[in-house]
């Protein structure tokens, strides 16, 4: 039969030692993982804070284009809408002026043929 491994009973002294270890040991257990959980907290934050902007930046780029769309459409809009009416009063004025030369060209004749 073999022969047993003789277990020397701990004393007092060790058994205080032993455990103080294994509670220094979980301490460290316990800094070292809370170290990477909040580490890995960060880094979702950081990541999810990025993408994010990144988001936002995309958004605030569709809203300036929108935005510089309307404004040219708008613009172009009004620059027609102006050269309508510059042509309007040219050809007001034009005919206002056309009518006064034949009502002088009237007033003439008139005039002529009360003479005649």
Do not use: C, H
Not at 71 to 97: G, V
């Amino acid at each position: 039969m073999p022969a047993k491994k003789q277990v020397k009973p701990q004393s007092a002294l060790e058994k205080i030692e032993s455990l103080i270890k294994k509670i220094w040991l979980a301490n460290l257990g316990i800094y070292s993982r809370s170290k990477e959980e909040i580490q890995s907290r960060y880094e979702k934050l950081t990541d999810e804070g990025q993408r994010i902007f990144d988001d936002l930046i995309s958004k605030g780029e569709s809203v300036e284009s929108d935005a510089k769309r309307s404004i040219n459409s708008n613009r172009q809009k009004l620059e027609e809408r102006i050269a309508d009416l510059k042509q309007r009063l040219t050809y007001k004025s034009s005919f206002s002026t056309k009518l006064d030369e034949v009502n002088e060209k009237l007033d003439k004749l008139s005039e002529a043929a009360a003479k005649v």
